[in-house]
């Protein structure tokens, strides 16, 4: 009986933690940490417009893409399950990880080109969106997991942005982001919703794919141009 008990307590914890480590929170999550300890990535903004942009990212990454997603349910006549929000059929992750990528794509033009983001911030929202359209790629014909990606691009983009431009707290923010990964994935692990080489492989490729495309951008910063 305890056994059954404790069993579920933790399937409960490991769905709140799927919920709360969701990938389309993951930017925000990024950029607040930047907020606090390396707001070098907003410069040459003032404090309280930085403030100001973490809360459009916020917005526009994850509150309109849920809201989004909340119609489509409805205008499909499908009931709001964790297994719907979380997506965890391969076959409903794909058309939903492309629009969200495409659309995340389109919004980091439009900041750049439109609102002037900081080149660093710029680049830092093309890995994401990257990584998401790479995650529906790879959905055509694998389920890979998109909180691994996420989160292992999370890791790099910080490991990084250090290394540059060293920063005493961001050795505290990978340690945390090394945790949260590891509790946040064994809970993908103990739902059923992923095999250990889902998440391992989605977790290399965020990795990879990060360091590539950060160490490119972040190396020539100062003579990179977008060529619109």
């Given at each position: 009986m305890m056994e059954t008990i404790e069993k579920n307590s933790w399937n409960y914890i490991s769905l709140l933690l799927s919920y709360i480590i969701h990938p389309v929170f993951?930017?925000?999550?990024?950029?607040?940490?930047?907020?606090?300890?390396?707001?070098?990535v907003f410069e040459p903004y003032p404090l309280p417009a930085q403030t100001y942009v973490v809360a459009l990212i916020c917005i526009?990454?994850?509150?309109?893409?849920?809201?989004?997603?909340?119609?489509n349910m409805f205008l499909l006549?499908?009931?709001?399950?964790?297994?719907?929000?979380?997506?965890?059929s391969r076959k409903d992750r794909v058309i939903p990880f492309f629009?969200?990528?495409?659309?995340?794509?389109?919004?980091?033009?439009?900041f750049f080109h439109y609102l002037n983001f900081p080149l660093l911030?710029?680049?830092?929202?093309?890995?994401?969106?990257?990584?998401?359209?790479?995650?529906?790629?790879?959905?055509?014909?694998w389920k890979i997991s998109a909180h691994a990606i996420s989160l292992g691009a999370g890791l790099m983009i910080f490991?990084?942005?250090?290394t540059i431009m060293p920063n005493e707290?961001?050795?505290?923010?990978?340690?945390?982001?090394?945790?949260?990964?590891?509790?946040?994935?064994?809970?993908?692990?103990?739902?059923?919703?992923?095999?250990?080489?889902?998440?391992?492989?989605?977790?290399?490729?965020?990795?990879?794919?990060?360091?590539i495309g950060l160490s490119y951008l972040l190396s020539n910063l100062f003579t990179f141009t977008f060529n619109f």
């Amino acid at each position: 009986m305890m056994e059954t008990i404790e069993k579920n307590s933790w399937n409960y914890i490991s769905l709140l933690l799927s919920y709360i480590i969701h990938p389309v929170f993951i930017p925000t999550y990024i950029f607040i940490v930047f907020l606090c300890f390396g707001n070098i990535v907003f410069e040459p903004y003032p404090l309280p417009a930085q403030t100001y942009v973490v809360a459009l990212i916020c917005i526009t990454t994850a509150i309109i893409p849920l809201i989004l997603l909340a119609v489509n349910m409805f205008l499909l006549r499908k009931k709001i399950t964790h297994k719907a929000l979380l997506m965890e059929s391969r076959k409903d992750r794909v058309i939903p990880f492309f629009y969200i990528g495409i659309y995340y794509s389109i919004l980091t033009y439009m900041f750049f080109h439109y609102l002037n983001f900081p080149l660093l911030l710029t680049s830092i929202m093309i890995i994401i969106s990257a990584a998401v359209l790479t995650s529906a790629i790879i959905s055509l014909f694998w389920k890979i997991s998109a909180h691994a990606i996420s989160l292992g691009a999370g890791l790099m983009i910080f490991i990084l942005t250090n290394t540059i431009m060293p920063n005493e707290y961001f050795f505290y923010t990978i340690i945390g982001t090394l945790f949260i990964s590891g509790i946040t994935l064994s809970s993908r692990l103990n739902l059923n919703a992923h095999t250990p080489g889902q998440i391992y492989g989605g977790y290399l490729v965020g990795v990879v794919l990060s360091g590539i495309g950060l160490s490119y951008l972040l190396s020539n910063l100062f003579t990179f141009t977008f060529n619109f």
